[in-house]
């Protein structure tokens, strides 16, 4: 190695040292993400690539779920025909993806001293891991909750044979209107959130 290739060489491990001790959490950059992460509003027309959505889609697959029993399932939506079938629900914002995220209560783990099921649980954690593997993608999302889920598995009878819990848009922002609002920033502070027992 040149005399110049290790001074770029060890240039290079000094600017990683710098980038990761300035972080406000030390080397943990997972908590940048979740800084980062915010419901953009409007999509641009610009396509997800397919290696970033099958890592999205890998991270889904290793979301937790109560006794390993994976109830969930997940639906890519991104042909032309398949989004239009599901704009005649919701807009979904313009985004070149959506997914959708389903669970059945009968392939799930049910508590024994309530009867409560792990069906919609299992599925937030799942959609949590979708969202926050785009942010780290680079891809802006918006988790939507407020649809009609038989409307859902009317127009997209895929899906049927499952609950529809929510559908997470994922691509590129679109100028102005897909940047953070003003909401975004908004917390409630730790005092009134967590009580220490």
């Known amino acids: 190695m040149s005399d ?51 890592m999205i889609l890998d991270a889904g697959r290793m979301a937790p779920s109560a006794g390993n029993c994976q109830p969930t399932r997940i639906w890519v939506v991104k042909s032309e025909e398949a989004l239009a079938r599901l704009h005649t629900v919701h807009p979904c914002y313009g985004a070149p993806v959506v997914l959708i995220v389903g669970c059945r209560n009968e392939e799930a783990w049910v508590r024994p001293y309530d009867g409560v099921i792990a069906a919609k649980t299992d599925a937030a954690i799942v959609l949590t891991h979708l ?23 009317e127009v997209l009878p895929e899906t049927r044979e499952h609950g529809v819990y929510g559908l997470l848009a994922i691509g590129h922002p679109a100028s102005g209107a897909g940047q953070p609002t003003e909401l975004h920033a908004v917390r409630k502070s730790l005092d009134e959130l967590v009580k220490v027992l």
């Open 4 to 54: 110049m290739a290790k001074i770029q060489h060890r240039a290079a491990f000094a600017d990683v040292h710098q980038k990761v001790t300035q972080f406000k959490y030390g080397s943990d950059a997972f908590m940048r993400i979740l800084e980062s992460r915010y419901s953009c509003h409007a999509f641009s027309k610009y396509p997800v690539s397919e290696t970033k959505l099958q």
């Open 131 to 153: 969202m926050l593997t785009a942010t780290d993608a680079g891809l802006a999302n918006m988790w939507i909750w407020d649809f009609n889920p038989s409307k859902i598995r």
